[in-house]
């Protein structure tokens, strides 16, 4: 069984400050089910986004697992959100500041 996603985002920022870093949710989400992307930002002002991992790379142990996502700047964020939302209204989004994301969050490669 997988943790909510209200959980999951709260323990991540809570990681995140702990470990010295930065997270802050833009958007907020369905509480039990609603998708999480993941903004990493790093000190040398890159972007990298983070969304679900398709079906077919995730395990079935309960984890949520993320995919790396093209993101050259705000405006292709934006672009980004735009489309969800029109898909799925009930995604979070939450922007964390590290240089090394996937000491917090479970990244797969396509």
Known sequence: MRITSEIFV???VRR???AG???AVMRRGADAAGA???VARSRDGGITLFGPAVQ???DDDGSRRFM???A???AALDARFVREARFDPDFWVVEIET???ESFIDVVEA
Do not use: H, K, R, Y
Request: avoid cysteine.
């Open 72 to 74: 050259a700047d705000e």
């Open 99 to 101: 240089d090394s994301p």
């Open 36 to 38: 999480i992307f993941v």
């Open 56 to 58: 077919s790379l995730a």
């Open 10 to 12: 709260a323990q991540l």
């Open 68 to 70: 790396a996502e093209q």
């Open 16 to 18: 995140l400050f702990a």
């Open 21 to 23: 870093g930065f997270a």
